[in-house]
Structures are given as C-alpha cells and as structure tokens.
C-alpha cells in the first residue's frame, strides 16, 4: 500500500472510532437523564420501574393531602379515575396545589409502593393541564373526558 493512502486511511479510521465513541458517550448520558411519563393506572400495575426517576401526574384526590404539622413533609394521592398512588413530598408544594387539581411529580417508586417525590408541578390556570395529564384521564375515563374538562392548549 502507498503510504499516502496508508496515511489517509489511519486518518479516517481515527475519526470513525472518534465519532462512534461521541455517539456511544451522548446516548449514554441522554438515557440516564430521561424522565418517562405514567400514569396512575400504570403504576398501580407495576409496569413503573421501581428506584427510577420517571414522572407521575393525574389529579389530586380530594381528601388525602395530609400534612405532617412538624415539617414540610406532605402526603397526598394522586389519581387518574381509575387507580390511585400514594405520593410522599417533603418540601414546598407550588401555590396553585390543591385537592382536585392537576399535578406531574418527579421522582422514585419505592419498595412500600410510594411515589417519593422530589419535585411537584401544579397546573398554571384553570384552563390548562400537562398534555401527559390530560392524555392519561382521557385514557383512563374510555376517551370520555370528564364532565366539565377543558381544551388542553
């Protein structure tokens, strides 16, 4: 072989190798960094991952919010219609958090069954909901939205 093209040819070899390692590296850090969306009913069927940072959202179920009156931890259910899952939040909860408003939390699903979340969302108006909120409800109710549900923008 001539070693011109010898050359040539360890040159393009050395940045093949360089790009696939680029790319192995990026897929590798977007996988660790994605947070998947589920649903009450899924979770509730084990199809969540346990000890995984995945995003949970439905409506705040009236009557669960309880309140530990020593610190800032808040237990709550948050539903779709059709199941339920027991949230764990310790922190400050967004103003516009309240029974039977729509929320997305991120966290982990822990052994006992708990959501344990570090971060709670709340809905920003009266009129709108998260797309993956209103998608789940609309899922869970048999494509019948809910008496009195608006557009999602």
């Given at each position: 072989m001539h070693p011109t093209r010898k050359k040539r040819l360890t040159i393009v070899l050395f940045l093949v190798a360089g790009i696939a390692i680029a790319v192995g590296l990026t897929t590798y850090a977007l996988r660790q960094n994605i947070n998947l969306f589920y649903d009450p009913t899924q979770i509730s069927a084990g199809e969540a991952p346990a000890d995984v940072r995945i995003r949970a959202g439905g409506m705040v179920e009236e009557g669960s919010v309880l309140r530990d009156p020593?610190?800032?931890k808040v237990e709550f259910r948050v539903t779709d219609f059709?199941?339920?899952v027991p949230v764990e939040y310790t922190g400050i909860l967004p103003d516009l958090f309240a029974e039977g408003q729509g929320v997305v939390a991120m966290g982990r699903l822990d052994s006992r069954g708990y959501f344990v979340a570090d971060q709670v969302l709340a809905k920003h108006d009266e009129n709108y909901m998260p797309p993956e909120v209103a998608d789940a409800l609309k899922k869970a109710?048999?494509?019948?939205g809910k008496a009195g549900e608006s557009e999602v923008y």
């Amino acid at each position: 072989m001539h070693p011109t093209r010898k050359k040539r040819l360890t040159i393009v070899l050395f940045l093949v190798a360089g790009i696939a390692i680029a790319v192995g590296l990026t897929t590798y850090a977007l996988r660790q960094n994605i947070n998947l969306f589920y649903d009450p009913t899924q979770i509730s069927a084990g199809e969540a991952p346990a000890d995984v940072r995945i995003r949970a959202g439905g409506m705040v179920e009236e009557g669960s919010v309880l309140r530990d009156p020593d610190s800032l931890k808040v237990e709550f259910r948050v539903t779709d219609f059709n199941a339920s899952v027991p949230v764990e939040y310790t922190g400050i909860l967004p103003d516009l958090f309240a029974e039977g408003q729509g929320v997305v939390a991120m966290g982990r699903l822990d052994s006992r069954g708990y959501f344990v979340a570090d971060q709670v969302l709340a809905k920003h108006d009266e009129n709108y909901m998260p797309p993956e909120v209103a998608d789940a409800l609309k899922k869970a109710s048999g494509g019948q939205g809910k008496a009195g549900e608006s557009e999602v923008y």
